[in-house]
């Protein structure tokens, strides 16, 4: 198994840009999770999609974020505009049972 | 808001030695992960505690879930460089699926 595929491995912009992030949760998992990890506030959920369906988007930050799943095996999450207080690693994980998450790589953000 | 606490943020020790790592809240969990995550990659789980007052051990690191199920603690014996990250407690509250996750402790095992 490949576990989760998260691209790209780092992202470098400039403010303003639009920024997306790409998941391919472990196939056969039916939840997804998105989550951004940095220094100050540590690893923070931002939203939880179960069988492709948004259920938890209490924590996404702002408008300017917006995540998708258009099918079981890919997730995005777009930042437009993006702004440096954005930069942090974000992570995709993915989940088949009731417990355990399989993280993915991260994503390492620098916006400029 | 369920906040979880780890104590200490971090921890610089020498192979050989035993260490405890702490995770505290004032909210009660149905169930309670520890993650180790190195630098670069993502968290990796290494238990999940669902009884209070329940002990796992793996290998050289006891897990202890504590029996009102505020808390855990987790203990390493005999450190080795290889033990070197971050380790994150998260917690599960009762009807919900996603996880709460503290801010971790950051252990350095040197030679």
């Known amino acids: 198994d490949a576990g989760v595929i998260q691209s790209p491995r780092h992202e470098v912009t400039e403010m303003g840009q639009e920024v997306t992030l790409r998941c391919k949760p472990i196939s056969g998992h039916n939840s997804l999770f998105w989550y951004r990890q940095t220094m100050m506030r540590g690893l923070e959920l931002l939203i939880y999609f179960n069988n492709n369906v948004p259920i938890d988007d209490s924590g996404m930050p702002e408008d300017r974020f917006s995540a998708k799943m258009p099918n079981a095996s890919f997730s995005t999450l777009k930042i437009q505009p993006s702004e440096p207080r954005d930069s942090a690693v974000y992570f995709c994980a993915s989940r088949s049972g009731q417990f355990e998450q399989y993280f993915g790589p991260g994503t390492r953000l620098t916006v400029t | 808001t369920q906040l979880l606490e780890q104590s200490p943020q971090f921890l610089s020790i020498q192979e050989g030695e035993n260490l405890t790592v702490y995770c505290n809240s004032s909210?009660?969990?149905?169930?309670l992960q520890w993650y180790r995550q190195e630098p670069g990659e993502g968290p990796v789980l290494l238990v999940t505690?669902?009884?209070?007052?329940e002990v796992k051990k793996l290998k050289r690191l006891t897990f202890q879930f504590g029996d009102a199920r505020k808390d855990s603690s987790l203990h390493i014996t005999a450190a080795q460089p290889g033990d070197t990250g971050l380790y994150l407690c998260?917690?599960?509250?009762?009807?919900?699926?996603?996880?709460?996750f503290g801010k971790g402790t950051m252990l350095l095992v040197s030679p």
């Open positions: 998260a917690g599960s509250v009762e009807g919900y699926s996603t996880l709460t």
């Open positions: 505690v669902v009884t209070g007052g």
């Open positions: 909210s009660v969990f149905s169930s």
